[in-house]
């Protein structure tokens, strides 16, 4: 096999891992509570500049920024949800989406006057790893190991916890769960927090690897909201089953062709496979 194949698809796959990380977060918000958070890049973006303040300015060790960064965009998710999501869980779906829609823009624009265009860098160069003549990034290669950890620990938390288990119940029936005791705007909050730290999480990995700015949402948004409806909104499993087809076209493509492209036809598969299955490769 082409070792730069070989090479491109393992970089596809430890994308992948991150990728999956800031679906299941998405994919959790939907399930639940059943809005779709447009601005859910941004606070990734949030995040990041939230490390880099913390450890590039401030001097704050990596750890303990990267901790109080999953923090406090767990709080903000909960913000988010208290100030623009509850108030409109009632009201229509495009109500819903312009809602989130005008909090990516406001959340660009604020950043934006914050901290300008300019590109920033936490300044963390970790080493490069040749295996065989294949070159791995140990930064992306840290990012999925604790992609994994997080997705695992999340499977367990919805298994083996009560709040884990009344988050399922209310994702399959939110109409007769009252009946069973469980108060269902706790639940909302705490499916926000979760959100917001599995964005706050993926926040910091991509801090390893990208610089950040206020548009850093536009790179990955688009692909996170591709990847949930491809793997079918709601369903976790089918999430994650997508992160790791399309960054593996990403890949490929890239390898073969040119990053543009295969961005292209990573929309075209996506198109396709709408038309055939439009419920996603797993149902809700």
């Not at 913390?54 to 109080?68: E, I, K, Q, T, Y």
């Not at 709080?75 to 409109?88: D, E, M, Y």
Request: proline share 3%; hydrophobic share 60%.
């Amino acid at each position: 096999m082409d070792m730069f194949l070989l090479e491109a698809a393992i970089n596809g796959l430890l994308l992948a891992g991150v990728l999956a990380l800031l679906t299941l977060g998405l994919n959790l918000i939907f399930g639940v509570i059943d809005v779709v958070w447009i601005a859910y890049a941004d606070l990734v973006m949030c995040g990041m500049y939230a490390v880099y303040w913390l450890f590039a300015v401030f001097g704050w060790p990596l750890p303990l920024a990267f901790a109080a960064s999953v923090v406090g965009v767990a709080a903000l998710g909960v913000i988010v949800h208290l100030l623009i999501i509850a108030p409109i869980l009632s009201s229509a779906p495009i109500n819903q989406l312009l809602a989130t829609g005008g909090l990516l823009y406001f959340l660009q624009s604020f950043a934006t006057l914050l901290f300008t265009t300019d590109f920033r860098n936490i300044g963390v160069r970790l080493p490069i790893i040749e295996i065989g003549g294949i070159y791995i990034s140990y930064s992306r290669l840290l990012a999925f190991a604790v992609a994994l950890v997080g997705a695992t620990a999340l499977y367990l938390f919805l298994k083996r916890t009560y709040i884990g288990t009344a988050i399922r119940a209310i994702a399959q029936d939110r109409e007769i769960i009252g009946l069973m005791g469980v108060d269902q705007r706790r639940i909302y909050l705490v499916t926000s927090a979760i959100g917001g730290a599995l964005a706050g999480l993926g926040a910091c990995l991509l801090a390893l690897q990208y610089d950040v700015h206020p548009f850093i949402g536009n790179t990955f948004g688009p692909l996170i909201f591709m990847i949930c409806v491809l793997g079918g909104l709601g369903n976790m499993i089918g999430g994650f089953i997508a992160a790791f087809i399309i960054s593996q076209i990403i890949a490929i493509g890239g390898y073969y062709f040119s990053t543009e492209l295969s961005y292209v036809l990573a929309f075209m598969l996506f198109i396709v496979l709408m038309f055939v299955r439009p419920q996603g490769i797993v149902r809700r």
